[in-house]
């Protein structure tokens, strides 16, 4: 029988192979060394099943497809098919290891490499053998095994050759599968990402992205901007893929040319980096800020991007964005409720994504909960797809693998109404608009110069006094100094300050992290960590270094451990 998400009953058979499914689909929701997996050859298999596991162990990928028959084999088989398999099923699976920075350079190509196992998938008596074929020991374990249901309805291993044992596989991969398996039996929905593309094409692309562009991008970025670029380099590499692999696949399901390329609008793009990739992948775009970003002169002059101030409810805006396909709000904050507006708005085959951070609605100021038990970013995501369908959208929700917390998107490709209604929306959306505000043209822009309210613009002399207070209390010995009892130690004068920047005691901490940690709460010193010892497996390089005076040589009665050569600030 085979299997699908729609068995109305959740028996200890269907949940199963629910958590199996998922896990041979996506073996990277646990093993983190890898980014997924996709199928490279599959079978139907009539075979003993013992005679099947024996060819599997003794049998490379090439004599294996010598032994089997032609006929049995699924052409064009891809995993998300996996649940309408029946009887006994043999894959064999392409491993996407992840490709880590140091190895951008090297001749490594993990788009090619031949990670591979062999599934053999038998649904009649709920067992699956798993039988890696890679000599990488470091991406997935060496031995073969099993895992079945066993009499007491709970997920078992076996391992196939008695003198095999793997600690990862007992410890960490049995009981997260039960973990699935249990939350299936009570009926709770296992999340997931990257839903709506195929996780395989979005591997490989991720892949081939950042090996292109990884490592002269975060060069750059540590060249003119000041921010991680591990985080926002990578970010925008990972969002990239996912709309081009979101492209791709809508031409291939419009019947329209695969290599065609969509062409996009980002709308407050910030420091461009996204417009830059999408650009160089062959896609015309715009991207639109307030404010223009000094990184923006070291783009390719063909990367667009502009410096424009507009008021998203002016209706001539459809002039813009009417030639574009597809208008994009990454972390575009006031104008995020406004994007699905304009491309409303723009044309009838105009698109929206969404991917929102910070809560605003339509009047730019902080948006709302109106639901107690859901958090406020929840509750936003929940807002926005109303507002979507309300414009006329049939809005889909996903989640991005990107290293932020903030990573759901909404995607608006479909409406909800048909195009010889279009007037008729337009006055709906207009007035939709007057109901969020009380005046139509009532949005404003947030001022083109930024204020800076992160603590680092306090007075000089209030940074010192509150560092001085705090180290003052640690050298008393206090071993239980908590981010909480910080401000009963501070004047009214210093907590006015502090107020005025927006900023906490945590904020402040963070700027001197070359004073201070904090773990577990407990604030304490830090240790200072010698110039050949990074923090983030980076290199240093001169403009981090010597750029402050040493608080310990200064301040601290012991004085700096290190010596002043190997010390990253001046003695």
Avoid at 302 to 324: I, R
Wanted: charged residues 25%; contains cysteine.
């Amino acid at each position: 029988m085979s299997m699908t998400m729609s068995d109305p009953v959740m028996d200890p058979m269907t949940s199963f192979w629910s958590s199996l499914f998922v896990y041979i689909e996506r073996p990277n929701l646990i093993n983190k060394r890898l980014m997924g997996c996709c199928a490279l050859n599959c079978w139907q298999i009539s075979d003993p099943f013992e005679t099947i596991c024996d060819l599997m162990q003794n049998c490379s990928l090439d004599e294996l497809k010598g032994k089997l028959p032609e006929s049995k084999q699924l052409s064009d088989f891809q995993l998300s098919g996996i649940r309408c398999l029946e009887g006994q099923t043999l894959i064999v699976r392409h491993l996407l290891p992840k490709l880590s920075l140091k190895n951008l350079n090297t001749d490594c190509d993990t788009n090619t490499s031949q990670v591979i196992d062999f599934v053999l998938i038998d649904i009649p008596n709920a067992r699956v053998v798993f039988v890696p074929k890679a000599t990488d020991s470091h991406v997935i374990p060496e031995c073969s095994h099993e895992l079945f249901l066993n009499d007491t309805q709970e997920i078992e291993l076996k391992y196939l050759l008695a003198n095999e044992t793997n600690v990862w596989l007992d410890e960490k991969v049995v009981p997260k599968l039960r973990q699935w398996m249990r939350q299936e039996l009570e009926g709770k929905e296992m999340k997931g990402s990257l839903k709506l593309i195929g996780v395989d094409h979005y591997c490989l692309t991720y892949n081939r992205l950042k090996r292109k562009y990884g490592q002269q991008l975060v060069q750059m970025w540590r060249k003119y901007e000041t921010t991680d670029p591990l985080k926002f380099v990578f970010e925008d590499i990972a969002i990239a893929s996912y709309l081009i692999v979101l492209w791709e696949q809508q031409n291939e399901a419009r019947d329209k040319d695969k290599t065609r390329k969509q062409s996009f609008v980002d709308i407050g793009c910030g420091n461009g980096l996204l417009v830059y990739l999408l650009t160089n992948e062959g896609y015309k775009g715009l991207g639109i800020d307030l404010r223009r970003r000094n990184i923006w002169d070291k783009y390719e002059p063909k990367v667009d991007l502009v410096e424009k101030v507009f008021t998203p409810s002016d209706e001539s805006l459809g002039d813009l964005f009417g030639d574009y396909e597809w208008l994009i709000g990454n972390h575009s904050d006031e104008l995020t409720p406004w994007i699905p507006y304009m491309a409303a708005n723009s044309s009838h085959s105009t698109n929206a994504f969404l991917l929102p951070c910070c809560p605003f609605d339509f009047n730019g100021s902080k948006y709302q909960r109106t639901a107690s038990n859901l958090s406020q970013y929840s509750c936003y995501i929940q807002y926005l797809q109303t507002v979507c369908q309300q414009l006329g959208f049939e809005p889909k929700v996903d989640k991005l693998r990107i290293p932020s917390t903030k990573r759901i998107c909404i995607i608006c490709d479909q409406r909800n109404y048909d195009k010889s209604l279009e007037n008729e929306m337009r006055v709906k959306r207009k007035t939709l608009i007057n109901e969020k505000l009380k005046d139509f043209n009532d949005y404003k822009p947030r001022d083109k110069v930024e204020t800076v309210r992160n603590c680092s613009r306090l007075p000089k002399d209030v940074i010192e006094a509150i560092v001085t207070i705090i180290a003052n209390e640690l050298l008393d010995g206090n071993e239980n100094l908590t981010i909480g009892s910080i401000p009963k130690l501070l004047t009214t004068d210093m907590l006015t300050h502090m107020k005025s920047q927006c900023g906490g005691i945590q904020t402040l901490l963070r700027n001197n992290k070359h004073i201070f940690e904090v773990s577990g709460g407990i604030i304490g010193f830090t240790r200072p960590k010698p110039i050949d010892v990074t923090t983030n497996g980076t290199t240093d390089t001169d403009k981090h270094l010597k750029s402050k005076r040493c608080w310990f040589f200064h301040s601290h009665p012991n004085g700096c451990p290190l010596p002043a050569t190997q010390c990253r600030y001046i003695h």
